[in-house]
């Protein structure tokens, strides 16, 4: 997380001055990034950073930052821009995101997958626990192998419309935009009002929509901790919870009834980011909000798995023991989606509903 953009004579400013004072930083990270992105992606395909990776702070993942916490801001506080100008700076921002966050995010799943084989199909270190539950099993090479090629490829691909778009004029439209916030936002008659006035109800509204999703979640059904690991070492407790066979149907039958149950929490992860954003601009922690996005991110991840593991065990001329393989695979990242499922509801109800609860230092708060 930045630092807090306001200090003592917060008390005093507008809230165009503490906004303009945020989204000045986040531009001026924008651009100083811009460069070393372009330059990154001009590399091999998987160069580009992992966007949720604790390690490394590469030009790429310093934009990717930025552009959030831009969009962030503008889509929480646009009540003090030009209507028209924040719509667009998000809708450009929100390409942007979408753009540089395919190539990580390959990168990321092809990790996680590759990893579950590995796993699953091994022996516990040191020999605790037993056997993974595919160990042996003569389809997880080629599984493995088909998962690796799939990713590859679609990482490449990935990877080419990156170097193709970040040398457009779209692009650079876009830079001049954040040239325009470095120097003056367009701001409207309200935000000559005082910061204390002005902004904190607009971060409640952020905080409003994101407890009304929470709210809309299934966390009874989260409430009871998945035993994922015994997929990996047999010999171990047996799961607990509710079975992760679906009802026999068609594929696609299958795929939307997850897709539909994901939706929910992807949204609540959108909503925890710019409440986080929200109290940056407002000059308070939210430590326990990152750590509650962290195990979002995870859900993301774990979901987005699941489903390429799926669609690869649907390949044409595959053996029926790289499709079991496949199909365990895809079970283990859906106990993976259970667990941060466990983990949000665990966390969600020690945190508080509103930008009040999150107070930082005084010199930091808005009067």
Avoid at 75 to 87: R, S, Y
């Amino acid at each position: 997380m930045t630092d807090a953009p306001m200090t003592a004579p917060a008390a005093t400013a507008t809230a165009g001055e503490v906004i303009s004072r945020y989204l000045t930083e986040q531009a001026g990270n924008f651009l100083r990034a811009l460069p070393q992105a372009v330059g990154e992606a001009g590399a091999r395909p998987g160069a580009l950073p992992s966007l949720n990776s604790p390690a490394g702070s590469g030009g790429t993942l310093e934009l990717l930052r930025a552009v959030r916490r831009i969009g962030g801001a503008l889509h929480t506080f646009g009540a003090v821009f030009e209507p028209g100008w924040a719509h667009e700076s998000r809708a450009e921002l929100r390409w942007l995101l979408n753009l540089l966050a395919q190539e990580p995010a390959y990168q990321r799943r092809s990790a996680r997958l590759l990893a579950a084989v590995d796993s699953l199909s091994g022996a516990a270190p040191g020999g605790a626990g037993g056997p993974g539950m595919l160990a042996g099993h003569q389809g997880a090479p080629k599984a493995r192998a088909l998962l690796d090629r799939q990713l590859t490829l679609a990482r490449t691909r990935a990877h080419s419309t990156v170097l193709q778009e970040l040398r457009s004029a779209r692009l650079h439209a876009l830079a001049d935009r954040m040239t325009l916030l470095v120097g003056e936002a367009p701001l409207v008659e309200s935000a000559r009002g005082k910061a204390g006035e002005v902004l904190p109800p607009q971060a409640g509204a952020a905080f409003t929509a994101l407890g009304a999703a929470v709210r809309a979640l299934p966390l009874h059904r989260a409430a009871t901790a998945y035993q994922g690991d015994a997929l990996h070492r047999l010999g171990g407790a047996e799961p607990t919870g509710p079975a992760l066979v679906p009802a026999q149907g068609r594929p696609a039958d299958a795929d939307s009834a997850l897709a539909a149950d994901d939706a929910p929490w992807h949204r609540v992860r959108i909503l925890v980011k710019r409440a986080r954003y929200a109290l940056e601009v407002c000059g308070r922690p939210g430590d326990q909000l990152m750590e509650v996005d962290r195990v979002l991110d995870r859900h993301q991840d774990a979901a987005d798995a699941a489903v390429t593991a799926a669609t690869a065990a649907r390949t044409p001329r595959i053996t029926p023991a790289t499709a079991y393989v496949l199909g365990v695979v895809h079970a283990d990242q859906r106990l993976e989606v259970e667990a941060a499922r466990f983990a949000f509801g665990s966390r969600w109800p020690e945190l508080p509903l509103s930008p009040d609860g999150w107070d930082g230092p005084p010199g930091q708060r808005m009067g």
